[in-house]
């Protein structure tokens, strides 16, 4: 059964980082690829990083692209989210999702692809 946990939120100054990791027992990497999303409080879920199926490539939303480091450990089935020079906008709930390998290029960003969610782990950035 396929379970995702995510780990590492907490509370960090503006411009601080944080590395979230997402413990993804029993999801098998060759069907399935790995992404995050978050959710700011009022705002609906957004797109945040995800991998290109062969895992040679990682895509990010503009508003963390240079900031924010996708990668992944396939023997510990540990999918990380390295988010540097942290932002106020950056506050939100951040989780690890998991959508069909055969999903196509335009949609990798569509959260409704996802079909595996973890519960979650709250990251705020504040003085």
């Known amino acids: 059964q396929v379970q995702l946990a995510e780990s590492g939120g907490g509370l960090v100054q503006p411009g601080g980082s944080l590395r979230l990791s997402c413990d993804a027992s029993?999801?098998?990497?060759?069907?399935?690829?790995p992404g995050w999303f978050r959710q700011a409080p009022g705002k609906e879920r957004e797109f945040v990083a995800t991998?290109?199926?062969?895992?040679?490539?990682?895509y990010y939303s503009d508003s963390v692209k240079g900031r924010f480091t996708i990668s992944r450990d396939n023997a510990k089935k540990t999918v990380y989210l390295q988010m540097n020079s942290l932002k106020p906008e950056d506050t939100a709930v951040y989780y690890c999702?998991?959508?069909?390998?055969?999903?196509?290029?335009?949609?990798?960003?569509?959260?409704?692809?996802?079909?595996?969610w973890g519960q979650g782990t709250q990251v705020t950035v504040s003085a």
């Open positions: 999702a998991a959508r069909k390998t055969g999903t196509i290029l335009s949609e990798i960003r569509n959260l409704l692809n996802y079909d595996y």
């Open positions: 029993g999801l098998t990497f060759n069907s399935r690829v």
């Open positions: 991998f290109h199926r062969s895992a040679s490539t990682t």
